[in-house]
């Protein structure tokens, strides 16, 4: 790709621009592909080009693009708001920006040019992108200088080289934000230097995201990329920075390139990287994969990996770096010389194989659905689907937090089977009765020792029993669902469920076939050393 040759001239253009006429009142000027270039760009009289509405705009108007193609108007030096009337309405070239600039409602095309929105170096402007869909084979949104807050925007690679955004700025804001690999990405968003947000989105390509410069904050996004989802640098000699990731899913899917989850770096002298992730899901494939990699050569990375989950060949690999867990499920995590981690399975961490599903979700019965320290949980949190994280995923009556980036939504109240058709053919229908309203009721749950635990109880109906075993204070051991008819019912526990020493707490609920759910009955009990 070559880059228009318009562009070339734009210090000259800026320069020109500078000289501005005194500030007037803002003015909306209309651009119509049936209109005719004229002085006044009105609704009663549109212009046909771009070109003409920016030679006569004053800094603070809005351009009001009617639906069609509009050729690329070179190089825009003073402030204005470009509206389209959605995804109807092209400028096919982009736009080169040297001044604030809102671009919203509308469709920017490369055709043929490098950068599809572009902000040259020595510029500084505000760039705010809402509603908008943007295509690029090789850069479509390139910022050097100044500020980007995107809102709702579509990033279209249409090349396998294509780069989505290229951020060199002061400061970013990417909301509800999506890139779309299908006809090909390279990488969805490269960011090279000032501090980043990416908040419910999601990123795609063989590269996700590199982050060599600046603080980053990641939350409710998905990055699912075909080699690494999220590749992280300590940046420069003696740089402090810090990189935050909430609520999110990331996977490597090793089909490019070795899959790799989280990768982080340093190799600078002096230069210190910190890798917060918290209720987050981290899942990279194929062979000599890792969920979370991070090797140091120059300074210091630490980690730490809150509620979350790495799943992977070898879910965790520090080189030289130091990763503290807790809350959190992985099976595998080697430390390689000058290198520390968490062993699985201690600090309150699980060494189990969650069996995600390709998207990274737990399936149903995990041990790790609603099994989450509640503590870890910011009011109002969402997961990375934008799900409310207290949900109750097992179905036994109480709303908790599942381990890793997604929520397991509710399950559906079972259905007893329907009787088969009467062979003597239709029948006058009973009358009509009341649909059932009335709960089941769970009574005298006591928990009977002896060679195993069972917990004892008496139904009030023929009901789903949903069972929870809890340590008092730390993790579920075991869930049970069981159907029961009236009357007294057993659940026995494993063994293993009861090896180590301390309190438990049992939780029963009962579900009908109408969907009524009891009260939720609990009673604790404390297994002794052996």
Do not use: W
């Not at 057993?490 to 009861?498: E, G, Q, S, T, Y």
């Amino acid at each position: 790709m070559t880059a228009n040759p318009s562009r070339l001239l734009l210090a000259a253009a800026l320069l020109a621009g500078a000289a501005a006429a005194p500030a007037q009142a803002a003015t909306i000027r209309h651009v119509e592909t049936t209109g005719t270039d004229n002085p006044s760009c009105s609704a009663a009289a549109p212009c046909r080009t771009l070109d003409s509405a920016i030679g006569i705009a004053q800094g603070g108007d809005t351009i009001k693009l009617g639906e069609g193609t509009f050729d690329d108007p070179g190089v825009v030096a003073k402030p204005l708001t470009f509206e389209g009337a959605g995804p109807a309405t092209v400028i096919a070239g982009g736009l080169t920006l040297g001044a604030d600039t809102t671009v919203r409602s509308l469709r920017a095309t490369s055709a043929g040019h490098a950068y599809t929105l572009y902000v040259p170096s020595g510029y500084a402007p505000a760039l705010h992108v809402e509603d908008v869909v943007v295509d690029g084979a090789d850069t479509a949104v390139e910022i050097r200088g100044g500020s980007l807050t995107a809102d709702r925007v579509t990033v279209v690679g249409t090349s396998s080289e294509a780069q989505g955004l290229n951020f060199d700025g002061s400061s970013a804001v990417l909301r509800q934000v999506t890139f779309d690999a299908t006809s090909g990405l390279l990488r969805s968003v490269r960011h090279g230097n000032g501090n980043m947000r990416i908040e419910d989105s999601r990123l795609a390509g063989r590269y996700g995201a590199s982050s060599v410069a600046g603080d980053l904050t990641i939350e409710r996004s998905r990055i699912d990329a075909t080699g690494v989802a999220l590749s992280l640098n300590a940046g420069s000699a003696g740089a402090t920075r810090a990189v935050a990731v909430s609520d999110s899913v990331l996977i490597g899917r090793g089909t490019s390139d070795a899959g790799t989850a989280l990768s982080a770096q340093n190799l600078s002298d002096g230069a210190t990287l910190g890798v917060d992730v918290r209720r987050s899901t981290l899942v990279a494939r194929g062979g000599d994969s890792h969920a979370l990699s991070l090797q140091n050569a120059g300074g210091t990375i630490e980690a730490t990996l809150t509620g979350s989950i790495a799943a992977a060949e070898t879910d965790i690999r520090a080189f030289g770096a130091s990763v503290s867990a807790a809350g959190s499920a992985f099976r595998t995590a080697e430390a390689e010389p000058g290198g520390g981690v968490t062993a699985p399975g201690t600090a309150g961490n699980l060494a189990i194989d969650p069996g995600l599903a390709a998207d990274g979700s737990l399936p149903a019965g995990s041990p790790l659905v609603d099994a989450a320290d509640v503590t870890l949980l910011p009011s109002d949190a969402r997961d990375a689907a934008g799900a409310p994280r207290l949900t109750d995923g097992d179905g036994d009556g109480e709303a908790r937090m599942d381990v890793g980036g997604l929520e397991r939504p509710v399950p559906p109240a079972p259905q007893l089977p329907q009787a088969p058709p009467d062979p003597a053919g239709p029948q006058t229908p009973p009358a009509a009765t009341a649909p059932d309203a009335l709960a089941p009721v769970v009574r005298g749950l006591k928990i009977r020792r002896g060679t195993r635990r069972v917990a004892r109880f008496t139904l009030s109906e023929a009901a789903e029993v949903r069972v929870t075993l809890r340590r008092v204070g730390g993790r579920t051991v075991r869930r049970v669902v069981r159907r029961k008819a009236a009357g007294v019912a057993r659940i026995k526990f494993r063994r293993a469920d009861l090896a180590r020493p301390g309190r438990y707490a049992v939780r029963v609920v009962a579900v009908d076939a109408a969907s009524n759910r009891s009260a939720p009955v609990k009673r604790t009990f404390r297994v002794h050393p052996r």
